[in-house]
């Protein structure tokens, strides 16, 4: 049987990261649309309703992200077994990151508690529902998290084999689930009972559980059963499970303390009045476009980078980061682009308010500026994890991020009297202190000395 790597060597490094990166772009747009979608259907219900269901999706978000990152980490292992070419590691793999998201699904358990004392933060006092509903969505949405965890390992699996294909596909299922879900529950159609926002929330539940279904079938089918032992139970004990969760942890806590940071960030702009606030909502609806593209990279990245080290050719794992970045660089900097050339275009789309308009355009021409930056540190942030060296990744993000990134934001509104375009330039300067300080990890080689050993 021919070797991962000898197939590998046959498809160029840049055509690697392109058919790896391709179908991870249109998974991530999946996932933005299911948070869209809930809020379509109970946008028919009302402001209370739609206030709510935003106001809980954003904490939910972060919360999700530091156990589905955590998860997400099996993509390492995984990816050093294909190398290697050892198939009884893959599913030594797989077995340990079941049993890590089966202990990290007992925390799952205080999330409904959690969510009601934070929910309570938010209430606007002013006799709405605003936090009543969105702890009831928030609490309901809690039971997903080890479906969403369980789906994220099999992605590991897949993505982990160079396989970005089949996750891709199994995340648009869960979006076409969910609009159909949601058309039932929310308004009630069909004789079902309408259930408003605890319905959109249901739906969601449903359609993630549905994913998770999927991801059982294609990781206990037929052939993989057999070629990689899935079949086989295992239980890990605490030093393997420890290396998991070495590994893992940093990547969720990393991912969770960067979406705490900007969500302060977003709150401190929120300070310099409503038309700066509506201003920087729609641009970040420009801003997820390269970002969507940067994470797929980064994933594709790791993927890479894990395969070749798994291999011991640390040096194609290097060659391939750069790819990566190479590749980033062009694809977010010509998204990049649009925003400096015709910013007032994109911003009339959404608002024809010119105070609204002109703040939007200071945003996204500063945000031109850090593209390429942006996608140095993206795209090596995935090849360092993917090597191994989330510890790094998490500490550089929460030192800059609290140590530079909210303290500057702060001191140039409130002290220097920056406004929009000071705050966003506080953001330039992090993101790119971020990339370089990526770059020169990188650049150091350290990452490849890394044993993570099954």
Known sequence: ??????KLKK???????????????????????LGVVDTFFVSQIGTEAVGAVGL????????????????????????????????????TAVWRSLNMIAWLSLAVFALPWLFAQVMVLFDPNDGSQVAALGTTYLQIRAVEIPFIMFSAVVWGFLVGRGDSR???????????LNIGLDWLLVPGNLGFPMLGVAGAAYATVMANGANALLSAAILWSGGNRRRYETAVPQLARWPELRQLLWVGLPLGLGDFIEIAS???FFALLARLGTEVLAANQIALQFMSLS?????AINMAASSLVAQYLGAKRPDLAEKAAYRAVVVAMIGMGLIGLSYLIAPELLMGIFSDDPRVIEA??????????????????????????????????MWGRIILAWGLFIPLTWFILFRLDGGVWGAWFSALIYLTTLALL???RFRAGRWKQIDLSL
């Open 1 to 6: 049987m021919e070797q991962p790597l000898e």
């Open 11 to 33: 498809t160029g490094l840049t055509r690697q990261v392109l058919l790896l990166a391709g179908p991870l772009v249109l998974q991530n747009l999946s996932q933005t649309l």
């Open 56 to 91: 809980a999706a954003v904490l939910y978000f972060a919360v999700l992200m530091l156990f589905r990152s955590a998860a997400n980490s099996t993509v390492v292992f995984v990816g050093r077994a294909h190398g290697e070419g050892d198939e009884g590691k893959i599913g």
């Open 166 to 176: 089949t996750p891709m596909i199994l995340a648009w299922i869960t979006v076409l």
């Open 262 to 264: 900007f969500s302060l």
């Open 291 to 295: 970002f969507t593209f940067g994470v």
């Open 360 to 393: 939007g355009v200071t945003i996204l021409r500063l945000v031109a500026l850090y593209q390429i930056f942006d996608a140095i540190g993206i795209v090596l942030a995935g090849a360092l994890n993917g090597a191994g060296d989330t510890r790094f990744t």
């Open 438 to 440: 990526y770059l020169f």
